[in-house]
């Protein structure tokens, strides 16, 4: 996987960029680590411009986070509800506790959404939830779109900056990435724990 990014941002175009970004949303593995600090190295090199290379990278991935919302959109909270009860044992979470996530969403969602494209483990699932309360579309895109963009002028910047050593930003903030998705699913299965010995008590 990793080899094969490295090989087509060896060869960046703006298109590319788009699609690799586009791939990061939809296929979350495909790491926006790897192909942004690329993309800004190749802008310190002339090869492409800072402000193509924020836009391409911020169209690709905001069309693939459009694809997420309308599948929020679809579900729908009433199958959301009904398939946390056939099986909200195993992700910790009971109906009651997702219906007030979706009451706090649909106060503070526009943040959420904001911030949350600059947190690994988040980035892409924070547009289902959008799509569960039927945010307005366009206010969607338009705090999706400010995230992204956030995120993508700060691995760019990056990668101009350390140049050739373009790759160690990927390995920096790929390690940071891990420790914040190791640190979810360990709190995921202290959760888990605690449930189950709730209801099992001996």
């Known amino acids: ?26 296929f979350p593995p495909i790491p926006s680590e790897i192909v942004m600090p690329a993309a800004g190295f190749a802008a310190r090199s002339g090869e492409m411009s800072f402000w193509g290379v924020l836009i391409a990278g911020t169209v690709g991935s905001l069309i693939g986070t459009t694809l997420w919302y309308f599948a929020g959109r679809l579900l729908g909270e009433d199958r959301l509800y ?15 506790e997702a219906e007030n996530a979706v009451a706090w969403f649909r106060d503070w969602g526009a ?3 904001f911030f949350g494209r600059m947190v690994p483990g988040v980035r892409t699932l924070i547009s289902v939830p959008a799509g ?4 307005s579309f366009w206010r969607f895109v338009a705090y999706t779109t400010l995230g992204t963009a956030a ?7 990056l990668g101009w900056l350390w ?4 790759e160690q930003v990927g390995d920096v903030v790929g390690w940071i990435s891990m ?11 202290i959760r888990l724990v605690r449930r189950n010995v709730s209801l099992n008590p001996s």
């Open 111 to 113: 943040g959420a959404v």
């Open 82 to 96: 009904q398939w946390i009860e056939r099986h909200g044992k195993w992700i910790t979470v009971r109906r009651s």
């Open 163 to 166: 140049r050739d050593n373009y």
């Open 1 to 26: 996987m990793f080899e094969w990014i490295r090989q087509i941002t060896e060869s960046l175009s703006y298109w590319s960029l788009a699609l690799l970004m586009f791939l990061e949303n939809v």
């Open 179 to 189: 420790a914040v998705v190791a640190g979810m699913l360990l709190w995921w299965l």
């Open 132 to 135: 569960f309360v039927k945010m």
């Open 151 to 157: 995120w993508n002028v700060l691995l760019a910047w």
